[in-house]
């Protein structure tokens, strides 16, 4: 059940066991997601019992026979809710954990399953720090449970969060709610980054989690160098600038690294030096931050991040490429524009499903010297006369990534 080292995900943990609220009764918010797992991701012990009885909570129940704690895959039994509306189970990780998805089942044979659920998480348990699992909209992914072939499935989550607990919300059913449940995912987190105050998504101080806790970085010596590896750790292709922020030492948060000096190749900010000593000061009381630029790139429909139907952002809008003249050559360019060394294919004919609003840049002639696919020829004064049925597409290159193209914020 191990999933890519490019998976997206999220992690989990409850403070205290929380009093049932239904997903419109929650105060949702939003905080960065991350690209790249820190490690090769498998199960995190539901069936084991790595996780104790005490750490699976739930809205409620239907019997003491089909308790929180029976939603183990090896339990015997299943997690039943009653009634079936706004209902959630949710489990502690006890420390800020990886999750990259979660296998699931119901009682196929009986018609009693998960059809479609969403995915909240938090730091702490609080009603007003739970964020939704979202697409670029801001609207909660609805993920495809179970489907009545008696089958487990397995759902990869399209990003990477760092969180402490994992709240699972089912919104279809067929006949019961009845849930079998294992979490996907990994512990090692050491060199992962976030982004705090600023909007917390494109701009924020950056914090780096390191020996059970989030640090911040002093901003001696902070330029664009190092800034583009965090905004690329995030799933930004791009960076707007490296900021020195205010630093209040009533906030409480240690300094773990100063006179970071990358090189710009690092994958990760943790494997560039700093300055070593036990306790590190900031004499400036600033703080190093960054400001990312929004992706205006993306790749949708595909089983993984590296395929999709190509959709970029221009006049305000989402759109797709016409698949006029479309080859490998246009495809690479897509390809090394989202940090994959090049493309294996290009697809036409909305191989990967029709996308939705305009679609931009009919008879694309890329020479594959550009860096992005908008610095391509294409007939600029002719009517777009291509409809969805002619969306273009890529398959790229699964090894020599620098950074995942999954990461997606919204335009104003």
Known sequence: MASS?????????????????????????????????????????????????????????????????????????????????????QVDLSIHTA???????????????????????????????????????????????????????????????????????????????????????????????????????????????????????????????????????????????????SFEESEEVPIVMNRVSCKGTEKRLADCPFLCTGTQQCNSSRAAGVTCKPNVIRLVGGSNHTSGRVEIYQAYKWGTLCDTDWDVTDANVVCRQLGFSGAEEAKSGAHFGQGEGPVFMNGLACDGSESKITDCPSFCWEDIRCNHTHDAGVVCRQGDVEYDSRREISHP
């Open 99 to 245: 999750v990259t998805g979660v296998v699931m089942n119901g009682v196929s044979s009986g018609g009693n399953y998960i059809r479609t659920f969403t995915v909240l998480y938090s730091e702490s348990g609080r009603s007003d720090d739970w964020a939704k699992l979202a697409d670029v909209e801001g609207n909660a992914i609805q993920f495809a449970g179970n489907n009545g072939s008696r089958q487990q499935v397995t759902v990869t989550f399209p990003v990477i969060v760092v969180a402490r607990i994992l709240r699972l919300l089912p919104t279809s059913w067929s006949g019961n709610i009845f849930l079998n449940l294992e979490l996907l995912g990994c512990r090692g987190l050491d060199g992962m980054v976030r982004l705090v105050d600023g909007d917390r998504l494109l701009s924020g101080r950056v914090e780096i989690y390191h020996d059970d806790t989030w640090g911040a970085i002093c901003d001696n010596g902070w330029d664009m160098k190092e800034a583009s590896i965090v905004c690329h750790m995030l799933g930004f292709l791009e960076t707007e600038e490296a900021t020195a922020v």
């Open 5 to 89: 080292a490019f998976q997206k995900i999220l992690v989990i943990i409850a403070l205290v066991a929380l009093s049932a609220h239904s997903l419109e009764e929650e105060q949702v918010v939003q905080r960065p997601l991350l690209s790249e797992s820190p490690c090769t991701s498998e199960p995190l012990g539901m069936e084991s019992g790595a996780i104790p009885d005490s750490a699976i909570t739930a809205s409620s129940v239907y019997a003491s026979s089909y308790v929180p704690t029976k939603v183990r895959p090896n339990s015997g039994s299943y997690w039943v809710p009653k009634p079936n509306e706004n209902q959630w189970i």
